[in-house]
């Protein structure tokens, strides 16, 4: 469990699961050059910005912010694994706008701790995500449609690709900064799991 401190004014923020496996990041890391080289338009997420987000916040006041760290603490979770598996877009293969890597394992616990921050987020009045959770990870955004046939001709091709798995024992309260550069990100508060019960 950490916390860090919270400054004065508006914090943009969401709640995501961070990628801790090298090889996995090694994997969409490859995959994005690979996307690259199609000549496409693309905005790559860099490789330390990957990773899952369960809930976008937007900029909310520090009070609120402070309030949520209390309230996730209800929430708990056993240690599970999430497997990545698949290339895909939003919203489609003729209007690509956001390229994913696809969840299989592991999406059942994910969508279980949304809900559980809904919960918190509605008793503290605020709105709900009208989306809902998709479960998948983000890894480049499409800025136009420069080479999009040859763009979307691999993504089609690698719409089975398997990128590994990785053992999800914390959920985080991120602070988003963004820079000329990029987002920043920093961690606000993990909120861990819990070990399972032991049957005697």
């Not at 046939?149 to 991120?174: P, Q």
């Amino acid at each position: 469990m950490e916390i860090c401190q919270v400054s004065d004014g508006l914090i943009r923020s969401f709640v995501a699961v961070d990628l801790n496996d090298d090889r996995v990041l090694g994997n969409i890391v490859d995959t994005q050059q690979k996307l690259s080289r199609t000549g496409g338009d693309l905005k790559l997420v860099e490789r330390q910005n990957i990773h899952i987000t369960l809930r976008f916040l937007g900029e909310i006041p520090r009070e609120l912010v402070h309030e949520i760290i209390e309230q996730i603490k209800q929430i708990k979770f056993s240690r599970f694994e999430v497997e990545f598996k698949g290339l895909g877009v939003f919203p489609s293969l003729r209007q690509p706008r956001v390229l994913w890597v696809g969840i299989e394992k592991g999406a059942e616990e994910l969508a279980r701790i949304f809900e559980d921050l809904e919960k918190i987020l509605r008793t503290l009045r605020v709105q709900p995500d009208r989306r809902g959770f998709s479960p998948h990870l983000t890894i480049a955004r499409v800025r136009s449609g420069r080479n999009r046939a040859e763009l979307t001709r691999i993504v089609s091709e690698m719409e089975d690709k398997e990128f590994g798995s990785i053992d999800v024992d914390s959920v985080r309260l991120k602070k988003s900064t963004l820079t000329p550069h990029g987002p920043m990100y920093e961690d606000l508060y993990a909120l861990q799991a819990t070990a399972p019960e032991t049957h005697r």
